[in-house]
């Protein structure tokens, strides 16, 4: 019965941890803010984003037509050729554009004011919609209409493109409603299923009487298996994506640059998990029956003994940095302090045990 709450934990582990990523990354603004400064930073994904933009241009406005405008009258029939002889040009100018501070700004409120209407909206919200058609889009006109002022084509240019010029639709207004529920799941268990692994976990240590360290053991392992998992999902699910998605390679690095930024949570999760199995695992071996763990509580008898503060100090400094070094936030803090409380359980237990096994020496029993 242990052993199946154990695989049981385990299972709903992984899903856990990839409930608390999509949570974080898709319903935080200011995470979701936060990754997409960090693709607007990478090279490969600001030139990507930067062809977007200069065809949006192209196909929203006759470029040529609107140099041919601007050119003398003997030099009208250059308009066409030299528009398309610009595009190339437009492209590098317009990702240096997006390299300046300020563009970065820009790009920073489209996406934090199209994130915060779309957690509206899943709020229930309503009245949102009426300029998008009903639809959550990104709106990246505001670029657009900084790269017709700042590359030489003017205003002209800019004040052609229709309203919808440069919007990306991030979420069908028909979509919004499986989309609430879906969120409303994700809320739910983002706390459920952690507690829920935390208990499975006890109750199979707890009904492990005679092997409980060994349980514990198994306990660990299986932490450190989930969080190899889902460092192992991220990285061939990434591999998948990027050759689902395109066959150019000119766009597999920029995909594959996103996907790295808009999992680094993920990476997080998964390296916390494999840091609390460790810990676990030394927990379990520290207690057990090694040479080496009895010469560990051998020499650290005494002052386990005599000055217990230092023991709790030593593991309340582990958990501090456990906790400092890791994505932290009000959803991970009650979770930690549940595991932290088990921690200081676990400690209690293998103070007395090596109290049991190496007593004070009879002469300081006398004195």
Known sequence: ?????????????????????????????????????????????????????????????????????????????????????????????????????????LWKNANRRAHQLFIDLLNGKHGLLVTTNGNVVLDLQPLLDQIAAQTGLGGKIAQKLPPDAGQIVVMKGNQLDVARKSVKVIRALSFFLVFLVLALYAVAVYLARGRRRRMLMAVGASMLVVGLIVLVVRRFAGNYLVDALTTNPDAKDAISAAWAIGTQLLRNVGINILVYGSLVVFGAWVAGPSRAAVWVRRVSAPTMREHPIVLYGLVSLVLLIVLLTGPTDAQRVYPLLVLFGLAFVGTEVLRRQTAREFPPPKSATAA
Do not use: F
Request: with cysteine.
């Open 1 to 105: 019965m242990p052993w199946c709450l154990v695989v049981l934990a385990a299972t709903i582990g992984l899903v856990a941890a990839l409930n608390v990523w999509v949570k974080r990354q898709a319903l935080s603004t200011d995470h979701w803010t936060n990754a997409s400064s960090q693709l607007l930073e990478n090279s490969d994904i600001r030139n990507a984003i930067s062809i977007y933009l200069v065809d949006q241009l192209y196909s929203n406005v006759d470029v040529g037509k609107t140099l041919q405008e601007r050119l003398p009258p003997a030099t009208k029939p250059l308009g066409p050729p030299l528009a398309a002889a610009l595009e190339p040009a437009l492209v590098r100018t317009t990702n240096t554009i997006l390299g300046r501070p300020k563009v970065q700004q």
